[in-house]
């Protein structure tokens, strides 16, 4: 079990519930970051006494650093502050639970400072895989799944140590608020709607993304970079209840599924306490009172997320930044009310039609993918 952490995005739904985990298992918080909520960075510093923390925006770095001057914190901002909170002495592992591809660098300094990363943020993989997982590797660095499904699956892995007995990886999706919906119902749905998810209390941007099912491509993409598996090999499966949190087939057709309640407190516990396993203050599934546990085939036709992941991993390089980019920005729009619901694929499956991804991993092409991708969507969408 690790002993120090620090945790980026610290203010969001994975990030506070990560440092609830920390408290009740006696783990030091070092370093934090956030974007801009400086108010409930003041009240996590105060509790947790971390070395550092970096807030992305400026303005609001400099109010923070005012207003905890009582203290011995150190402030930083910017892309550069994130990196020397992730990349900082004396932590084990560093929690990434930002929100978006601005993960991705911070996520390769703390590779290259040596810290293990327990990787909640999905984007990293979907825009870097490549060049994550090989940085990675070089350097011996692990990086541990937080995304229930992936941490689902690396638990049904352990003890498997011959590769080729995998036959399949079953992820399995709750489907979203709109699950069953049609194309026509779909066009009258609101921001408000697609915030209702039914299973999880998530950061709205993800919440959005489990809507449209892009969150289930993204994990699609993130579960082949993690697992070292083909897209194919990768099935999506709706269970609505959300108790099967993913399932490994083997070539016996054996299948081991991993459940637990719908709470990201068992996922970030393992990845903090790996290989070990502690008590948890999760509560206990109780399966009783769940009564039923049920499956069926994704509606790959009316909710278009998972498709359009699986086809720009199947053109590769840049394909996946350019993707994730463009929902991001489209996921603003909407959350704007600037763009309807099924906008939201329909622009992002156009940004993959007019955008020429380059076959490349290095950061500099996955920034200018991205770039791009946003400058495509703004220019030609925003209102
Ligand atoms: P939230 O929107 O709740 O939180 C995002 C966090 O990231 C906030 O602390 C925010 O700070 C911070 N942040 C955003 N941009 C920056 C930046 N440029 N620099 C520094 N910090 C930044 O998101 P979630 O917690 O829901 O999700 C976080 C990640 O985890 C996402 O990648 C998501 O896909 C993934 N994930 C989430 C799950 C969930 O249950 N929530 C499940 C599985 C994966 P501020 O508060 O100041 O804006
Ligand atoms: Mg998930």
Redesign the pocket.
């Known amino acids: 079990m690790v002993k120090t952490i620090s945790v980026?995005?610290?203010?969001?739904?994975?990030?506070a519930k990560a440092l609830g985990i920390a408290k009740n298992l006696i783990i030091d918080v070092a370093g934090l970051?956030?974007?801009?909520?400086v108010s409930?960075l003041e009240e996590q510093i105060r509790e947790f006494k971390p070395k550092k923390v970096?807030v992305?925006d400026e303005n609001a770095a400099k109010r923070l650093k005012e207003n905890v001057a009582d203290l011995d914190v150190e402030v930083l901002f910017g892309m550069d502050g994130?990196c020397e909170v992730a990349a900082m002495d004396g932590v084990e592992m560093v929690l990434n639970?930002?929100?978006?591809m601005?993960?991705l660098r911070p996520t390769l300094c703390a590779i290259d400072a040596g810290r293990d990363i327990a990787l909640?943020?999905?984007?990293t993989l979907v825009v870097g895989g490549s060049l994550v997982m090989e940085r990675a590797r070089a350097a011996r660095i692990k990086i541990l799944p937080?995304?229930?499904e992936h941490s689902a699956i690396f638990q049904c892995l352990q003890g498997c140590h011959d590769k080729k007995s995998l036959k399949k990886l079953i992820l399995t999706a709750s489907g979203g608020p709109f699950f069953g919906k049609n194309i026509d119902e779909l066009r009258e749905v609101t921001k408000r709607d697609a915030l209702k998810h039914p299973n999880?209390s998530?950061?709205?941007?993800?919440t959005v993304?489990s809507a449209t099912m892009m969150?289930k491509g993204f994990e699609v993409i993130e579960a082949v970079w993690l697992f070292d598996v083909l897209a194919d090999d990768i099935d999506v499966l709706i269970h609505r209840e959300s108790i099967v949190h993913s399932m490994v087939e083997f070539c016996d057709n054996s299948v081991i599924a991993q459940m637990g309640v719908p709470d990201?407190g068992i996922p970030i516990q393992y990845a903090l306490t790996y290989p070990k396993r502690v008590p948890s203050i999760v509560e206990r599934l109780d399966l009783a009172q769940v009564g039923k546990l049920s499956f069926c085939k994704p509606d790959n036709e009316t909710f278009k997320g998972v498709d359009i992941c699986r086809a720009a991993l199947k053109v590769g390089g840049t394909m996946p930044a350019i993707i994730n980019a463009a929902n991001e920005e489209v996921v603003g729009l909407f959350l704007n009310e600037e763009i309807s619901f099924l906008e939201i694929t329909e622009i992002v499956q156009k940004a993959m039609d007019r955008i020429k991804a380059v076959n490349s991993n290095s950061l500099d092409d996955i920034l200018a993918a991205d770039a791009e991708a946003r400058e495509f969507v703004i220019k030609n969408f925003k209102k």
């Open positions: 980026l995005g610290s203010t969001g739904s994975i990030g970051a956030v974007f801009s909520n409930h970096a992305f994130l639970s930002v929100s978006g601005v993960g909640a943020n999905k984007e937080v995304d229930s999880w998530m950061g709205s941007k993800i993304d969150n990201m």
